[in-house]
């Protein structure tokens, strides 16, 4: 096992980067650090300027003065299949063999060749017949441009994860919750119950779509808005300002509605009364967890504890260090830092 890992976490405004180190049994927050996403580099999780992103890694890590090579890199796109399937008991080669032949039955893409799909799989449980498998899978064409950014930016490729599943790595003690990281243009939900996988949705609604309902709603050009998100209560974004509040209403719409479709369809799963039956908590991260008042809308709407996610306190950090304002961005890149300690 590696002594220290990076976790990186390319998103379409910014690339964050977090050093995480072995220290007795537990793990600490190192290092940490961000920069700007070049522009017309990055798009919906697609990358578009391989070059240009590796050269933002490489002046990160500089910046950071971090001599760590070993990195997990994390995805997050609509084009990644992550399934549960059940199958017969067997050996690991002959499982191997057997989800390689029946990939066709379970991604839902159309390929030529099995060569042409990159697919990991984790044994959640097993009884004495039959095991339960989560398949994660995509073509090739998706993740070789990430392997590209981090060859070129002089970094080791220990592990490509999901970045919302490495998540529960940051709240260990909270064995079911729902993480919702609100991003750029995307919106991710992920819910673990018992450290077991159970929902997982992305939403194409971001800050983005949030600034531009502010902009509208307060005639404001987009950095002014952005510094007003930051600045007021969500409520009182959403009442105050004399322009048209249609596009911030539906965005606060669509996102209450989404969060709560997900958990609504998660408790009827579980055959549950009540969401509190099999969720213990809600936790936000990214960038929108720091809107003030977020968390408190979320909480009226969904009926249980929602709080946003400080990974600087929870995992912990060296004494010297001083947290970020922004706390709850790192919380992806956190996580996938400890992921690659596992290794």
Do not use: W
């Not at 002959?94 to 990939?103: H, K, P, R, S």
């Not at 005639?219 to 510094?227: G, R």
């Not at 408790?267 to 008042?293: F, P, T, W, Y």
């Not at 009926?303 to 400080?310: A, T």
């Amino acid at each position: 096992m590696v002594k220290s890992c990076l976790g990186l976490d390319i998103g379409h405004a910014t690339i964050k980067l977090v050093e995480a180190q072995r220290k007795g049994k537990g793990v600490v927050i190192t290092r940490y650090g961000s920069i700007p996403t070049p522009e017309k580099s990055y798009l919906k999780s697609k990358i578009l300027n391989v070059d240009g992103i590796a050269q933002s890694v490489r002046t990160l890590v500089k910046n950071m003065g971090t001599t760590t090579k070993s990195v997990c890199l994390g995805l997050t796109s609509s084009e990644i299949v992550i399934k549960t399937i059940t199958m017969p008991n067997m050996q690991t080669k002959e499982l191997e063999q057997a989800l390689e032949f029946e990939l066709h039955d379970h991604v839902g893409f159309a390929y030529n060749s099995p060569k042409e799909v990159a697919f990991s799989y984790d044994v959640m449980h097993k009884d004495a017949t039959q095991q339960t498998i989560l398949l994660v899978a995509c073509k090739r064409e998706v993740i070789e441009p990430y392997m590209s950014i981090v060859d070129k930016a002089g970094l080791d490729l220990a592990i490509i994860d999901i970045q919302a599943l490495a998540l529960p790595r940051v709240s260990p003690q909270i064995r079911s919750s729902c993480f919702i990281d609100i991003g750029s243009l995307q919106t991710t939900i992920y819910i673990q119950q018992n450290d077991e996988f159970k929902v997982y949705r992305i939403l194409p609604l971001g800050m983005e779509h949030l600034i531009n309902g502010l902009s509208e709603a307060y005639s404001e050009q987009y950095a002014q808005s952005k510094a007003l998100l930051f600045k007021e209560d969500i409520s009182d974004l959403m009442t105050n300002g004399t322009g048209t509040k249609g596009t911030l209403r539906a965005f606060i719409g669509q996102l209450v509605g989404g969060v709560l479709q997900t958990l609504d369809f998660f408790r009827a799963q579980e055959r549950a009364s009540n969401i509190d039956e099999v969720l213990d908590s809600v936790c936000l991260v990214g960038g929108v967890a720091h809107v003030k008042g977020i968390d408190k809308l979320l909480n009226e709407e969904v009926d249980i504890s929602v709080e946003v996610l400080n990974p600087f306190t929870v995992v912990g950090c060296t004494p010297d260090m001083v947290a970020p304002l922004d706390y709850a961005t790192y919380a992806s890149a956190t996580g996938l830092a400890i992921r690659g300690l596992e290794q």
